[in-house]
């Protein structure tokens, strides 16, 4: 049976779990999940034929709905069906990963750490990260295979005090789970393109014009949306090819004409001359770095809906973060060979653009490659909204969002619209309120540095789960040695605002260097206090308990409403 810690539920679950006492131990879920992938493909949930019109979207045995936390262990139906193959999982790692951050932050780290060497090891520092924190995911999306990612693993993981996990990383996702940043570069490369002045406002109406198009075919049309992130996938790594195989060329050709010397690589000391080791620009350099990466998860938060959930994220996740390492590693080398280190310096996010002019000067490739830039960035913002919108769609199953019914349906057009709805509007406020400028810094900076709470408490969770559930089956088990490493390095960047501030007091910003730190940690204490005045302040006050009751929507999605019961 479920632990006492476990989230209270309503008959219909308590139902099925005598059911599950009767014909399986409850903490057998490995046994459970073998009777699932025994079954005939054409009618097992983890094929990708879409379920039966009458089923809900969530776990069925015996007739019953399960929506306790304790079976997150076993797979479960959705109303969309599997459509995710294993080559869609991985380009929605490699869409994800590459989209504006290498082309726009070089340019940034380089000018925050001062010299080559020192932002090249930033990026190799960057993958070892990405590497430590996918063997954690990698873990806890074979072990928990449900849409929702971090939120699933960290209701699992911390259940007392009841609803604080849930709440906490529900208030962030909608605060934070914006796209904002890759619409900006997206709408910054279009006008360099066709060489239109900067300008703020065309900018913002391109980046909200964009993501209104992504929300619409996301909403309306969701295999054409899988099908163009896919395709947008590979032309990302057309683009990265051309870029290497251009700068190659310029190499052999013994650099740019008219361009001054490069960096000298086999030069110890010019490569790191005027290197800046202060952790406070250091730290901030890393969060830059660490977005680029980011994605490397992006399959876990839409388990739901992969054919062979488990089977595809063992392999698919790291083949894409071995892609992606490479691919970055070799892209830093090749700015670095073609523009001068000033030009990097002051280059901002268009690196990528000023490296194509150099290469190719003034004429159409000045045009066309940029756009190419911009493609990218645009199928970055499809993965993105994708994924985001299937977590905020778990958000609101779960009862945590005003009109959670309406959210949590998949109907009219059988897609999460509701999740996307909720998706876009944040993202809007972000591009069109902040004045431009370092508003693309500072976004980097206050996205990244609440995600280090919540990377920490998974490491911890994680160590905990061996310790308290060791039954529970692992089909992959992260290194010791990658868990500890990634609970030290989010404790070093969390403390990182307080240790060695940058001497003018504003580093990579022109505003004080740790508002981001404020910001996000606001947010992290606002949930914590939101919290505890909804389920135990207000409640103790009138009267009443919070319980969960399981439903069942016209399109056959579960949800679970929060409904108060008087104290006796």
Known sequence: MPDD??????????????HIEEAEPLLRPSAFYSKYEATNARSSPLSGEPPPPDSASSLHYHGEILRSVEYDTLP?????????????AYMLIISRMIGSGIFATPGVIFKSVGS???SLLLWLVGAGIAACGLSISLELGCMLPRSGGTKVYLEFMYRRPRF???????VNAVLLGFTASNAIVFARYILFAFQVEHNGFAQKLIAVLMLTAITIIHGCFLKTGILIQNSLGWAKILVVIIMLF?????????????????????????????SNWRWGAVSTAIFKVSYSYAGYDNVNNVMNEVKNPIRTLKTAAPAALLTICIFYLLLNLAYFSV???????????????????????????QTVLPLLIAVSAFGNVMVVTFALARVNQEIARQGFLPFSRTLSSSRPFNAPLGGLIVHYIPSVLVITLPPPGDVYAFILDVE???????????????????HTRPELTRPFRAWFAAVYLRIAMSVALLASPFVQPPKDGKGDVGFWY???AVVGTGIIVFAILYWYLWTVAVPRWRGYRLEEEVDVLEDGTSITKLIKVKDD
């Open 448 to 466: 990244g540095y609440p995600g280090q709470f919540f990377s920490l408490a998974v490491s911890i969770g994680l160590l905990m789960l061996r």
């Open 164 to 170: 604080l996990a849930s709440t906490v990383y529900a």
């Open 76 to 88: 479960e139906d959705v109303t969309v069906g599997r459509n995710i193959s294993w080559m869609s």
């Open 339 to 365: 523009l001068p280190v000033d030009e990097v310096r002051s280059s901002g996010e268009l690196i990528a653009g000023l490296f194509f002019q150099k290469l190719f000067g003034q004429g159409p490739a």
């Open 246 to 274: 251009a700068s190659l060329v310029a190499f052999l050709r013994a650099g740019v004409p008219g361009s001054t010397p490069t960096v000298n690589f086999f030069s110890w000391e010019e490569i790191w001359r005027d």
């Open 5 to 18: 810690s476990s989230s209270a539920s309503s008959s219909a679950s308590s139902s099925a779990s005598a």
């Open 514 to 516: 740790g508002t981001y």
């Open 116 to 118: 080559v060497g020192l």
